[in-house]
């Protein structure tokens, strides 16, 4: 068996995710640095699908990888042991050195947690970089850029 990196609704990223014990606290709800840790594999399966693994990045000479900027998270909901989750991401741009993606931990129709997160292409011990052109072809058809 193989593991999933979940998969797309039309241009939606959707990860599955379960909670386990490890991720609540002593109140019995998910500890608030989980989500950010549920996020995190959300985007990363998003961006593997969408062609652009962290392995890929490394590959780079000089090697790169993708840091965070910016996150701006709002707890909604809680959820709780063996909630089952989907991690929905949308990529909202991919300019230069930066890409916006907005994602959301889903129960059912509840929406328990969203995040506006700001990531930055850098080198490995260096500066900002900017994708590649081949970097930004992969990602452009997945873009959802923002309504105004």
């Given amino acids: 068996m193989t593991p ?3 998969a797309f609704d039309v241009q939606d ?3 599955p ?3 386990y014990y490890e991720d609540t606290d002593f109140s019995g709800y998910v500890y608030h640095a989980a989500y950010v840790k549920f996020f995190e594999r959300g985007r990363s ?3 593997r699908l969408m ?3 962290h392995s890929d990045l490394l590959a780079l000479n000089p090697p790169a990888a993708m840091v965070v900027r910016r996150m701006d998270v709002e707890y909604l909901r809680p959820a709780v042991i063996d909630d089952a989750l989907i ?3 949308v990529m909202r741009s991919a300019r230069g050195a930066r890409l916006v993606i907005d994602q959301r931990i889903e129960r059912g129709d509840a929406v328990l947690a969203k995040v506006r997160l700001e990531v930055a292409l850098v080198t490995i011990g260096g500066g900002p970089r900017k994708l590649t052109p081949e970097m930004a072809a992969k990602l452009k058809p997945w873009l959802q ?3 105004p």
């Fill in 4 to 6: 999933t990196s979940g």
């Fill in 13 to 15: 990223h959707l990860y």
């Fill in 17 to 19: 995710v379960r909670v």
């Fill in 45 to 47: 399966e998003a961006l």
């Fill in 51 to 53: 062609g652009v693994s």
């Fill in 87 to 89: 991690v929905r991401s």
């Fill in 145 to 147: 850029p923002d309504l």
